[in-house]
């Protein structure tokens, strides 16, 4: 097989065929290496290029938070099989690991076959890609042209690849929302940085002395939040003087706490249960409906000002957790041809499958290389940046985006259209889903009439 053609190789380039030339493979978090592992089974060169000096470097930064789903959900088929002919042994099944575990238990392995260690780029920050030679606008030819993969290493230094195809698995893990209700940063938020932490803090590990003994107030109320939240009442009841506010701008109080017994997930459920336990017992002042708009200093601290219905309220803490959700980063992609849904910033066929506003059981109609085709051949985004700004991925559903996506790029479009995936449902429901054919909301091929007729979860 080729070997990923680099900038000294121009020459080569120019008389390459597209076939000759590998795929790239943007992260090496779990979607990123099970797509890696799809590809080379069809004898098809990926390179993984991924901007952390280790694999799952995005799983390690939460590694202390306890997955909702079994590790039995929580690994890739193909990618088990070719870790057991190297004499692996999966986790049991039933139990539940930590982002820690998956990383050291599944994807460092994963790393280390030969197949995988080999096409690996640690320390690897993609910063652009483009049809090459041709900016955005040219459309001649634009198809027969391999994609150039600009990135920075670890020292600093650029260079590019010329691949066939590019796989965009580079999470959302790196752009937290901010906290101001506008989607903008409040104003005062970026000053005040030194004070806020977004996504997950290990209150009760390596960031304890951060909160122990302090006023903070966490913001969001999905799964994040949940996390910290319940983190927290363990160290206020360890760390006398620590007080915890929870402010959010949700106002329906029935989906606060998940789907609790009903959840499919009896550990996703099980979070929302205890939270509501611990909220109905005072743990936490809850500000609610509470939208962020300003945040000033305060002594040593912050004052955080916004809007409880209709009339500005400030909130006093000395630190502050943003868990408001997260967004792809889409800078890496300018320069190429993208069909995003305007709301939510993915695919726009998987808009309405994971729409948070209109679809909340956690079910999504199995889907692969054709929902998540882009304008431009050869360029698919999968894993958590295809769900854009939608919560509720499941990296079981990345591992299908991938198996499906390789099968399409090996030319298998049987196999890439044979999508089978059945996601356990949150138990959580919004309703009918958006009026389109596509948006089956529960199970495999339920007809349009009956996905608009019925409620989210039937
Ligand atoms: C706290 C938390 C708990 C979760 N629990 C569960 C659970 O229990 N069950 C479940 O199914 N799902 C869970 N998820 C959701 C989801 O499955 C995970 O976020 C999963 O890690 C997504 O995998 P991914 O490979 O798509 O992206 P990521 O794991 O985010 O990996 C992306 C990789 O790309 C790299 N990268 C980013 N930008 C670049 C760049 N420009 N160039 C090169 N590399 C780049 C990153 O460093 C990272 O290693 C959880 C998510 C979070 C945040």
Not at 249 to 260: E, I, P, Q, V, W
């Amino acid at each position: 097989m080729n070997r990923p053609l680099v900038s000294s190789d121009r020459m080569a380039l120019e008389t390459a065929a597209p076939s000759e030339l590998p795929v790239a493979i943007i992260g090496a978090g779990p979607v990123g290496l099970a797509a890696a592992v799809h590809l080379l089974g069809y004898g098809i060169e990926p390179v993984v290029l991924e901007a952390g000096t280790v694999v799952g470097a995005a799983v390690r930064d939460w590694g202390h938070v306890p997955m909702f789903s079994p590790w039995g959900y929580s690994t890739d088929r193909t990618a088990v099989a070719l870790l057991r002919r190297h004499g692996w042994t999966h986790p049991d099944e039933a139990g539940y690991p930590t982002g820690r575990d998956l990383a050291e238990r599944y994807l460092d392995p994963l790393a280390a076959t030969p197949e995988v260690a080999g096409r690996l780029r640690l320390g690897t920050r993609v910063t652009g890609i483009a049809r090459a030679g041709l900016g955005k606008v040219r459309t001649a030819g634009r198809e027969d042209r391999p994609f150039e993969v600009r990135y920075v290493d670890d020292e600093g230094r650029e260079g590019r690849l010329f691949v066939r195809a590019v796989i965009d698995a580079s999470g959302t893990w790196s752009s937290p929302n901010p906290a101001g209700a506008s989607g903008l940063p409040a104003v005062g938020e970026r000053a005040a940085a030194s004070r806020i932490r977004y996504g997950m803090p290990d209150v009760l590990g390596r960031e304890r002395d951060r909160y122990a003994g302090r006023r903070i107030l966490v913001l969001g109320s999905g799964h994040s939040a949940t996390g910290t939240l319940l983190d927290l009442a363990d160290l206020a009841r360890e760390a006398p003087g620590t007080s915890i506010v929870w402010a959010f701008r949700n106002t329906d109080r029935a989906k606060l706490f998940g789907g609790g017994e009903a959840d499919q997930l009896p550990r996703r459920g099980a979070l929302g249960l205890r939270l509501r336990a611990l909220a109905e017992a005072g743990t936490y002042e809850i500000v609610a409906p509470f939208a962020v708009d300003a945040i000033e200093a305060a002594g040593n601290g912050l004052r955080v000002l916004g809007d409880q219905d209709g009339a500005v309220r400030g909130i006093e803490a000395d630190e502050m957790v943003v868990a408001t959700g997260l967004r792809p980063d889409l800078s890496i992609l300018a320069e190429l041809r993208l069909d995003l849904d305007p709301a939510l910033d993915c695919p726009r066929a998987l808009a309405p499958l994971i729409d948070p506003n209109e679809h909340s059981c956690g079910t999504v109609r199995p889907h692969g290389a054709a929902e998540l085709a882009q304008p431009e051949p050869g360029l698919f985004i999968i894993g958590m940046k295809a769900y854009g700004r939608a919560p509720t991925f499941l990296l079981a559903t990345g591992y299908e985006q991938a198996r499906s996506v390789a099968a399409h790029l090996a030319g298998d479009h049987e196999a890439a259209r044979r999508v089978e995936l059945v996601l356990p449902e949150t138990g959580v429901c919004n309703g009918p889903g958006r009026k389109t054919e596509a948006a089956t909301c529960c199970g495999p091929a339920a007809p349009a009439e009956s996905a608009t007729a019925s409620a989210c979860c039937g």
